[in-house]
């Protein structure tokens, strides 16, 4: 069965995580307080109903009171008593019993309490159950001096008390809940605000060269971060050890390599000039095309391997237009056996810049190096330098670089195939773009005016102020 595609996989991001995981938590809490504002609301509308119940039952019992010193008896039908219960939203009940337990006046489903529940000045409440409705009741009982054994009762629906509670909820919990909403975007601008060193890094890390593998500053990076940092810087120091000691096994072993080859070059030499036994001649001059070959192949090896080298403590001001004058010199031998009319264009000033002097002529000797090799006979190749910025460069009239071919001629052992007559170990170009990151210079590719390639390598404007 074929897995499914990464892309499917929902994707895990810190700013989510985080979002998650303070929402969460305020949901949580805003439920806390949904709870106890609601027993809050209850408690305090249950209070003040309770206070207007009481009142009631008090009007009532002052009009008891009244009509039964001005009368001895009750009307069980006055229309004060409904007057005095009536209400608007909630529907009321009442109920009279006197001394002996015989109701006077109200709703005998209001069943007597009795002794034991109401007495004193204070009515005392209680919740019941009429027509499958709850109700709150208030209950107060006649004193000695105020009709005494009485009992008065005053019941309501719950109508008023629960909107009063809802009200007092939706007054606290609304706002709350809004406040909660409109956080979500802030509290997601501030993770995202939150966590941009971590992007910082991210950036500066992708933005890398893969040779750069010097420790990433720390700067005023977060505490938090400083942990990862140090375990990065720390893999990356172990990497540059590894990189050390691969690259010294590397110059080592050309370096051992060099000297039995002289040897081997001159043997086949010696041999060349030996006239006595001509039939093994062709053989040797094979040989001799090998050992030069593979003479140049360490040379080239060498210098890659000294070019990757920590050069930065070997740097010195020099004059590049001295230097490339002094390179474009080597070659007029080379080139004056190919017939190329290989030139310099300079100025009288010197442009000083700062660098390993080794390394950046190894680079240019590379650089001249190509032109005259992919040059065809009687060809032109003219080396120059500009200064602000100062730039060396290589322009030759040979077939140029192929579009196609320009992301891969830096490549180590990379050689187009159109190269392939030419001798050559393809480490080249791989030595100029490693001195060229050394010395924080650009290597740039095109044509030239000649009708060939045209190399150049820049370098920083501020070369020497970096002193
Ligand atoms: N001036 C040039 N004109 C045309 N092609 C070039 C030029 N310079 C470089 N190239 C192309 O780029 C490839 C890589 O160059 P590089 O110098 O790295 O290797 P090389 O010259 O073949 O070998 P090496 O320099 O190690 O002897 C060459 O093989 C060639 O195809
Ligand atoms: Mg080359």
């Known amino acids: 069965m074929i897995a499914p595609p990464e892309t ?4 895990r991001t810190l700013t989510r995580a985080l979002l998650g995981w303070l ?28 206070l207007v119940l009481e009142e009631i039952t008090d009007d009532l019992k002052e009009l008891v009171s009244a009509t039964f010193e001005s009368n001895g008896r009750i009307d069980p039908n006055s229309l004060s008593f409904s007057l005095l219960i009536r209400d608007a939203r909630d529907q009321r009940y009442f109920a009279i019993y006197n001394a002996s337990g015989t109701l006077l006046a109200g709703d005998r489903r209001l069943t007597r309490m009795g002794a034991g529940i109401g007495s004193g000045k204070r009515a005392t409440f209680g919740n019941l159950s009429l027509d ?27 109508s008023r008390r629960g909107r009063l509670t809802l009200h007092l909820l939706r007054g606290v919990l609304v706002p709350q809940a809004f406040v909660l909403i409109l956080s979500i975007p802030l509290i997601w601008f501030g993770i995202s605000r939150g966590l941009h060193p971590l992007e910082a890094l991210r950036r500066r890390i992708t933005q890398r060269s893969a040779q750069d593998l010097d420790a990433i500053p720390v700067d005023n990076s977060p505490r938090e971060l400083l942990p990862l940092i140090t375990a990065l810087n720390d893999l990356l120091l172990r990497f540059r050890a590894v990189q ?39 053989t040797y001059s094979r040989l001799q095309k090998a050992t030069s070959r593979l003479t140049h192949l360490v040379r080239q090896l060498l210098a890659l391997a000294h070019s990757e080298a920590n050069a930065g403590k070997t740097h010195v001001l020099f004059d590049l237009s001295e230097l490339a004058r002094e390179v474009t010199g080597d070659f007029v031998a080379a080139a004056a056996r190919r017939r190329i009319d290989l030139g310099f264009e300079g100025t009288d000033q010197a442009i000083p810049i700062r660098g390993n002097v ?31 910025p100062p730039v060396f460069a290589v322009a030759d009239s040979g077939p140029g670089i192929p579009e196609a071919e320009l992301p891969l001629i830096f490549q180590r052992f990379h050689r187009a195939p ?43 404007g501020d070369a020497v102020s970096q002193s």
């Open 23 to 50: 929402l969460i938590p305020l949901f949580f809490l805003l439920a806390v307080s949904a709870y106890t504002t609601y027993r809050n609301a209850y408690h305090l509308a249950e209070t003040e109903r309770d």
């Open 132 to 158: 499958g409705r709850k109700l709150r009741r208030a209950i107060l009982k006649g004193g000695p001096e105020d009709l005494p054994g009485f009992e008065i009762q005053v019941a309501e629906t719950t």
């Open 8 to 11: 499917h996989r929902k994707e």
């Open 418 to 460: 159109e190269s392939s007559t030419t001798e050559g170990s393809g480490l080249g170009l791989a030595i100029v773009q490693e001195v060229a990151r050394k010395h924080g210079a650009v290597v740039s590719v095109g044509k030239s005016e000649l009708g060939g390639a045209l190399i150049e390598l820049q370098f920083e």
């Open 244 to 282: 050390e000691e691969q690259r010294r096994f590397m110059a080592d072993a050309a370096h051992q390599i060099k000297t039995p080859l002289a040897v081997l070059t001159a043997e086949i030499d010696l041999a060349l000039s030996d006239t006595t036994c001509p039939c093994a001649r062709p």
């Open 358 to 388: 080794m390394l950046v002529k190894e680079a240019m000797k590379n650089l001249v190096e190509n032109a005259l090799k992919f040059t065809p006979e009687g060809g032109t190749v003219t080396t120059s330098v500009r200064a602000f």
